[in-house]
């Protein structure tokens, strides 16, 4: 909606000052009167029309504004700031009558407009290093900067950062809500546990480890999850893989599954120990506890307690029912005496109850002779004392105890039954005869020659055999030879000392030769070397034929060259000469063997004397500055050193002594000023930020602590040159029966963190007061008897940011934010052609002490720009706004809102006094909310007051009020 209508505001009983007479001139006195009757100065208020006596004659061009150019040279002669000779500055008024205006005109002073930005992607919001000045804003513009990607629309101060699992920083203050300190990928605000790199949702969770590393929430000793933690790690659920099983569940029996973790077995229903019969135990009864397998039966009562399964009546078990009871059991305390049991003779027992003698087992009416009787063989009834004997049938049939099978009872047995006897029936021929040797007759039944005597296997030579000595039987023709122990065992008759037959004896038995198996090896033999043979009994190495001590290598030794005894392992090497002298078997010009060659030689070691130098070598950083590598260049000159011997350093471009942890280089040695050896600068911009930072209200970490900042009452300056100046004591001291009274006088920016600030502040250059936290913690309070903000200064520029302004209280202007200086209603400082940014602030609870508060408001300003976004200016008791040729904005942006309602008085009061001024009222509400629907004010006595003489007033087509009529004006109109 666009308001554009001319309107003379119609005054009541009380009218702010420079409203003029009625009839707009002057009383004489150069003094504009304001028709109260009371003199606004020495000279007339009589509210008469004045005279003007002036007889004189113009005789030419006159130049009535006196500013050096007549009427016809001057295209304004009434306003002496209009001429040919003038800058031309922002007004909408041609300065320099050159019939060029404002923009128009490339003559203008563009200091007098107003700042844009380039607004490529039309967010409201422009990039700083796009800046113009003009006095109407271009199209493509904004008259904000900030944006941190202008090629892009979700980039913008404005923007919404409300997604902590988004790393972009959306709103360009430098900072995210995103963290992923373990970089598991998930953001902190999504896992429970920004910790641990294995631990996020959706990751595999081992149980029993104490660790939710899927961030399920469940308890990680309760795999199941039915409640009840695993047995395994302190619970009391015996299986812990399946719900159904736990200490509240209820058991079935005989399921095999132990529901309800008792710890019984599933198979003992009567809870006697003893699983029932039916599942495999031994319960015959699992309905009865005092029947089971292991219970103590009572006998003869008819119940098979134990569930043995046997009679009642068989206590021993035997299969037969005591006699006692019916049965034939002659002893039923012992199970193995029964009718039909097997009879175990010679124990005393008669264990088939038949009631013969137990000692005559072969029932041939003799005792056994063991036992007291005359029977020898218990087992034949044919064998007994008296029988007759049969010989050679091995059997003793009438039990005279002699052998069978020695029939001409020697005492040896025929040797025909198993015996020794070689003649049973010779008593003077067995096995313990003693033989009489060379008489032809076997006395000892030996077996042997009777011409042996040493039983070798070879007769005497005596007797036709070939045994040298028929008296020891290690020594006969048949023997093996055993040599060099002086006895000729085989009878050949040779030198027992020369084995091999050399006509050399043993070296080992007085003789000289080295080997008895070998008939060539001998003293008297010729060498054949590196046979492994010494023929000739030399006793030297067969693998030395120069006789230096070592073995040729060819032959498994360490002697290169075996053929001169100066050349062998060991010997001193003299470098440079070409001869391995030593066998190293390494370059005779590579001295320090690092497998190059010396550089003085061919090779490309350019330092021969230390291994670690040469071509191959990799290039390390050192104190010494050594070229390893012999490239011509060391350390930091060379491009191939090892990083990882070299040193991590930091930049430190905002010079405060500590590097940026962000990024780094490497370096052998200290790369000097601008590097620390220690990157812990969270923010490498700002020299008021780095480790141990005395922290500051800046809304920055100063101190670098990631554990989170807290800047709950403080309050610093920060200036333009640089200066830092903590007030938090200063302001702090105000109370609201005291507040501070502070001046600021230098260029920079107030900052006040979450406190409520008992102050008033004269602003009277460029500034900023911003609070840090919101408007909603940051709270600055006039103690219902102080203007809270006087800005004071001409063609300045001002921000005012994230605070809430109350208690403010203005003898007539101004009560928050006073644009000039309220002197109860003289205005005497008006901060004219300044530029005032208003930005998230809450205004509410200010109050006037004006006598019809019609004309005041919680924000006054006079002829500047003012631009108000994302403020909220609510339940003051005076009007919201009461602005004199001000150029106005009001904006919300996606993050924020913006309105003016629930004021005792008007919402704004938007007036143009003079027709001819540098700035005209102008009031851009698109977004500016003024209550819900516009059905009704939301502010007292309306909404929006206009009064004018002959400029319009632009409302945006968003705007939400109620124009209202009243019997002396219209105060919304509309055309």
Not at 676 to 705: F, H, S
Not at 712 to 724: E, H, N
Not at 922 to 951: H, P, Q, V, Y
Request: net charge negative.
């Amino acid at each position: 909606m666009t308001l554009s209508r001319l309107l003379i505001l119609p005054l009541a009983s009380s009218l702010f000052l420079a409203c003029g007479d009625k009839d707009g001139g002057t009383d004489g006195d150069g003094t504009i009167d304001d028709d109260t009757g009371t003199p606004d100065d020495t000279t007339d208020d009589t509210d008469t029309k004045d005279t003007d006596t002036d007889t004189d004659t113009d005789t030419g061009p006159v130049d009535a504004d006196g500013d050096g150019y007549d009427e016809t040279e001057d295209c304004d002669d009434g306003d002496a700031a209009v001429n040919p000779g003038a800058t031309e500055i922002c007004d909408d008024i041609d300065n320099d009558c050159d019939d060029l205006i404002d923009d128009a005109d490339d003559s203008l002073d563009s200091s007098t407009g107003s700042t844009f930005y380039g607004d490529a992607d039309a967010d409201g919001f422009g990039a700083d290093d796009a800046m113009v000045e003009a006095c109407v804003q271009p199209e493509g513009t904004a008259t904000v900067g900030g944006d941190c990607d202008d090629g892009d629309a979700a980039y913008n101060p404005g923007a919404t950062e409300d997604d902590c699992a988004d790393p972009n920083d959306y709103n360009c203050d430098g900072s995210v809500g995103y963290d992923d300190a373990d970089g598991d990928g998930w953001a902190a605000c999504e896992e429970c546990d920004d910790s641990e790199a294995s631990t996020y949702p959706g990751a595999t969770d081992t149980w029993y480890d104490g660790v939710d590393s899927d961030c399920a929430g469940d308890d990680d000793y309760d795999a199941d999850v039915d409640g009840f933690q695993s047995d395994g790690y302190g619970g009391d659920d015996c299986d812990d893989t399946d719900a159904a099983i736990n200490p509240d569940a209820s058991d079935t029996w005989y399921d095999g599954v132990d529901s309800d973790c008792s710890g019984g077995s599933d198979y003992d229903a009567d809870g006697d120990g003893d699983d029932s019969d039916a599942y495999g135990g031994g319960d015959c009864d699992d309905a009865d506890a005092d029947i089971s397998s292991g219970a103590t039966e009572t006998w003869y009562d008819g119940v098979d307690s134990d569930c043995s399964g046997g009679s009642d009546y068989d206590a021993d078990g035997d299969g037969d029912d005591s006699e006692t009871y019916g049965g034939s059991d002659c002893d039923d305390t012992d199970a193995t005496i029964y009718d039909g049991a097997t009879d175990t003779w010679y124990d005393g027992v008669d264990s088939d109850c038949a009631g013969d003698s137990d000692y005559d087992a072969d029932g041939d009416g003799q005792d056994s002779d063991s036992y007291g009787g005359a029977d020898c063989d218990d087992t034949d009834a044919t064998i007994y004392d008296g029988a007759t004997d049969t010989w050679y049938d091995g059997v003793d049939s009438d039990c005279a105890g002699d052998s069978d099978y020695d029939a001409d009872g020697d005492g040896d047995d025929s040797d025909a039954y198993g015996g020794g006897d070689c003649d049973d029936t010779d008593s003077s021929i067995n096995t313990s005869a003693t033989d009489t040797w060379y008489d032809g007759v076997d006395s000892d039944c030996a077996g042997g020659s009777d011409y042996d005597a040493d039983g070798d296997g070879d007769d005497s030579d005596s007797y036709g055999g070939g045994d040298c000595d028929d008296a020891d039987s290690s020594i006969s023709s048949l023997a093996a030879e055993i040599w060099y122990d002086g006895v000729d065992q085989d009878c050949a008759g040779d030198d027992d000392y020369d084995a091999d037959g050399d006509g050399y004896q043993s070296a080992g038995h007085g003789g000289d030769d080295c080997d008895e198996s070998d008939a060539t090896v001998n003293p008297g033999a010729d060498e054949i070397w590196y046979d492994g043979v010494d023929q000739d009994c030399g006793e030297d190495s067969d693998y030395d034929a120069d006789g230096d001590g070592q073995d040729s290598d060819s032959y498994g030794g360490e002697d290169c060259d075996d053929t001169d005894a100066d050349i062998y392992d060991g010997a001193t090497d003299s470098w440079y000469d070409g001869v391995d002298s030593d066998c190293a078997g390494d370059s005779d010009y590579d001295a320090d063997g690092d497998g190059e060659d010396s550089d003085d030689y061919g090779g490309g070691d350019c330092n021969d004397t230390d291994s670690s130098i040469n071509t191959s070598a990799t290039e390390v950083c050192d104190d010494a500055d050594v070229d390893e590598n012999c490239n011509g260049v060391a350390d930091d000159a060379d491009d191939t050193v090892d990083p990882s011997t070299q040193t991590e350093w930091f930049p430190d471009a905002d010079g405060d002594g500590f590097g940026d942890e962000a990024s780094s280089e490497w370096y052998c040695e200290d790369p000097g000023d601008g590097y620390r050896a220690e990157g812990l600068d969270c923010d490498d911009a700002d020299d008021l930020v780095y480790p141990g930072a005395t922290e500051i209200c800046d809304g920055a970490q100063n101190d670098c602590d990631a554990t989170g900042w807290d800047e709950a009452g403080l309050a610093t300056w920060i200036g333009d040159d640089g200066t830092v100046t903590d007030l938090s004591d200063t302001l702090g001291a105000g109370t609201y029966d005291s507040p501070v009274s502070y001046e600021i006088t230098t260029a920079g920016d107030l900052n006040l963190c979450p406190n409520t600030w008992y102050a008033n502040f004269d602003v009277k250059t460029s500034a900023s007061i911003i609070g840090h936290g919101g408007a909603d913690v940051v709270t600055v309070s006039g103690s219902d008897n102080n203007v809270i903000i006087e800005l004071l200064a001409n063609t300045s520029t001002y921000t005012i940011e994230g605070i809430g302004l109350t208690e403010g209280y203005a003898c007539y202007y101004g009560s928050a934010i006073a644009i000039g200086d309220d002197s109860c209603g003289s205005f005497s400082a008006r901060a004219y052609d300044s530029d005032v940014l208003l930005q998230d602030l809450w205004i509410y609870g200010n109050s006037t002490g004006s006598a019809s508060g019609s004309l005041a408001g919680a924000v006054s300003g006079w002829q500047v720009g003012l631009d108000m976004i994302d403020n909220v200016i609510e339940d003051n008791s005076s009007s919201g706004l009461a602005l004199w040729e001000v150029e106005t904005t009001c904006t919300a942006t996606s993050s924020g809102s913006a309105g003016v309602w629930s004021n005792a008085v008007y919402g704004v009061l938007l007036y143009d006094i003079f027709s001819s001024t540098t700035r005209n009222s102008s009031f851009d509400s698109d977004g500016c909310s003024f209550g819900e629907d516009g059905t009704g004010w939301d502010n007292a006595s309306g909404d929006i007051r206009l009064g004018k003489k002959s400029e319009t007033y632009d409302f945006g087509d968003d705007a939400d009020f109620l124009c209202s009529d009243d019997a002396e004006s219209d105060s919304c109109i509309t055309d």
